[in-house]
């Protein structure tokens, strides 16, 4: 347990290090679980309605089941996040999360699967910290936070219990509602190879039937636990406000390179940005980068244990999600080939329309976890088995895990500084144009590039509402199909600053500008509008707002405010 702990400090030291230091590869995702964790303690503390919030994209407001809203963290952590601040409470979901990632499969492998200490200990180091987990540790806690899965297993695994069916199916039906608060992609991929391992024990040890009864008792328990709880929220995330039909096309097409398999990521001792950028669309979706001596041991282990139906369940979930991380078209080394990916025939479908095709390969590093902890195992029982050559066993295992594993140990996280919070915001001087039910607009608007507006609204304990933000919507556009954006659709006022912040110049302003502007000051219901005077563009800003609206900013708190109260009632 040491291990891991010192392990998630490792990854994560510079951001405990330095208070003002955020991700530096994903600051826009940060900012946005910060805002999450202010949700999740307002819902404990003002009893706020937990599935959608009308704090951020005033006045439609934001469906947070169809995003990513971590209730079952935010929650129990609303002391953490009260006392502390969202931004401790992001880092302790982060570090805790890898943390407890490391225990829980510990705990799986060593007293359920393996029952050994040293295997169990290896397969669920890698479980943790293995490239794609520190990868998405750039900002992404839901992700890394996979310490219900093996809970899941565990429940599972115990369903085959005589005469405790109605006890083990509503256990498991409660840690499937705990995961499906945390990350519905995980409990959907958890879903999928658990499912397929147990049809190969069933197939491949026929003793096993004989628990079919109990097991499928249970099973049947658990989906009506399950679906009972979790009926509303999806009835939310799927058909309430704000629900969308699938990710767009563009996200769609994040896809694992076939030539990452072998490769090196770059928060791994071997690895570097130079060397993997080109193979991902950004850090935090390094999938797959095994290194080209693990994936040659993997197979070797498939091959040396194939008589283990348990192993040839999880090789063949490992092909599948292989396959599916590839996309519709298959990338090598940067460069598309042209040829069709198996998932080209899948991604239109229900649900899959919502999984990113690389995040496939993620389901991997649990699968090779599994795989050396069985491995390892077995290598310790042929010892046992020749003590003459015990020693020769051990120096060869030893060996080739250290060529496979070391150049595949984290480095901590890139990270760098952050703007510090204006005291316009801290200071609370923002309260007086709020009033009435305003909401307070930024230069630029939130969206994917600029989402400092919701670390700034996660201070207030967001009773600073926000027009606009950055978030999964629904493209209601004509012809657009509700296919999810990251903010909400474009307005005039918004695709103008849009153009400044891109170009750096002013666009002419036509009397049409104006009206749209005030159209949209006003569907906006703003009281304010407030430009940080640190950002590159903001004497284009500041002059674009300016003209469009008549209306002189005033320096308040470190931030230039226009009060546009009067064109907006």
């Known amino acids: 347990m040491l291990s891991f702990v010192l392990l998630g400090f490792w990854v994560t030291a510079r951001l405990w290090a330095d208070p003002s230091a955020g991700v530096r590869d994903n600051r826009t995702d940060q900012a946005q679980f910060q805002w999450m964790m202010a949700h999740g303690a307002r819902v404990v503390t003002d009893f706020a309605y937990p599935f959608t919030s009308d704090r951020m994209n005033v ?12 209730l079952s963290i935010s929650l129990p952590m609303m002391p953490v996040t009260v006392l502390f601040g969202p931004r401790t409470a992001f880092l302790v979901f982060l570090t805790g999360g890898l943390i407890a990632t490391g225990a829980a499969w510990y705990f799986l492998l060593s007293r359920v699967l393996i029952r050994s200490r040293g295997p169990a200990w290896l397969g669920a180091g890698f479980c943790a910290f293995a490239p794609a987990m520190v990868s998405h540790a750039n900002a992404h806690p839901n992700i890394v936070s996979q310490f219900v899965v093996p809970l899941i297993i565990w429940r599972t695994l115990r369903l085959t219990e005589p005469g405790r069916w109605l006890r083990n199916g509503l256990l498991l039906g409660l840690v499937i509602v705990w995961q499906a608060f945390l990350n519905l992609e995980i409990l959907l991929m958890a879903a999928i190879g658990l499912g397929v391992v147990v049809l190969a024990v069933a197939i491949g040890r026929p003793e096993s039937r004989r628990a079919a009864r109990p097991f499928g008792a249970g099973l ?3 989906a009506v636990v399950a679906g009972v709880l979790l009926a509303y929220p999806l009835y939310v995330q799927l058909f309430g406000p704000g629900a969308y039909h699938g990710l767009s096309r563009l996200i769609r097409g994040y896809r694992t390179d076939l030539a990452s398999f072998v490769a090196w ?17 950004n850090a935090t979706e390094e999938n797959a980068f095994f290194g080209w001596p693990l994936t040659v041991l993997v197979v070797a282990l498939v091959w040396w244990l194939r008589r283990n139906v348990v192993v040839l369940g999880l ?6 999600f292989a396959l599916f991380s590839l996309g519709r078209e298959v990338r090598f080394d ?28 993620l389901a991997l590093t649990p699968i090779i976890g599994i795989l050396l902890a069985l491995g390892a195992e077995h290598t310790r029982r042929l010892a046992r088995r020749h003590p003459a050559a015990r020693r020769q066993i051990r120096f060869v295992t030893a060996a080739v895990l250290a060529m496979a594993l070391l150049p595949l ?4 996280l890139p990270a760098a500084r952050l703007d510090p919070i204006p005291a316009f915001v801290t200071s609370g001087a923002w309260r007086p144009y709020v009033a009435g039910g305003h909401s307070v607009a930024t230069l630029p608007l939130p969206d994917t590039d600029y989402a400092d507006p919701l670390r700034w609204a996660a201070e207030t304990r967001l009773d600073m509402p926000l027009a606009r933000g950055y978030f999964l919507y629904p493209d209601t556009r004509p012809g657009a199909g509700r296919v999810a954006l990251f903010t909400a659709p474009p307005r005039p006022t918004s695709t103008y600053f849009i153009k400044i912040r891109r170009t750096g110049g002013v666009p002419p302003i036509t009397p049409q500008d104006r009206v749209a502007a005030v159209d949209d000051l006003r569907y906006w219901r703003a009281g304010a509008v407030i430009l940080d005077p640190r950002l590159r563009q903001a004497d284009a800003l500041r002059q674009g707002m300016t003209e469009l609206t008549g209306v002189e900013p005033v320096f308040i708190g470190g931030m230039w405010v ?8």
Do not use: F, Q
């Open 315 to 320: 090789a063949a979930v490992g092909i599948v």
């Open 220 to 222: 049947g328990v658990a």
């Open 409 to 412: 140990l984290p480095t901590p």
């Open 265 to 281: 990521s770059r928060e791994s001792l071997a690895g570097d940005a130079r060397s993997s950028a080109h193979l991902v669309k």
């Open 334 to 361: 940067g460069r598309d080939t042209g040829i069709p990916g198996p998932w080209a025939a899948l991604e239109k479908l229900p649900i899959l329309h919502s999984v990113v095709p690389t995040r496939w390969s």
């Open 562 to 569: 226009w009060d546009v109260r009067p064109l907006v009632d």
């Open 59 to 70: 006045p439609d407001g934001v469906n947070l089941m169809a995003n990513t809203s971590v």
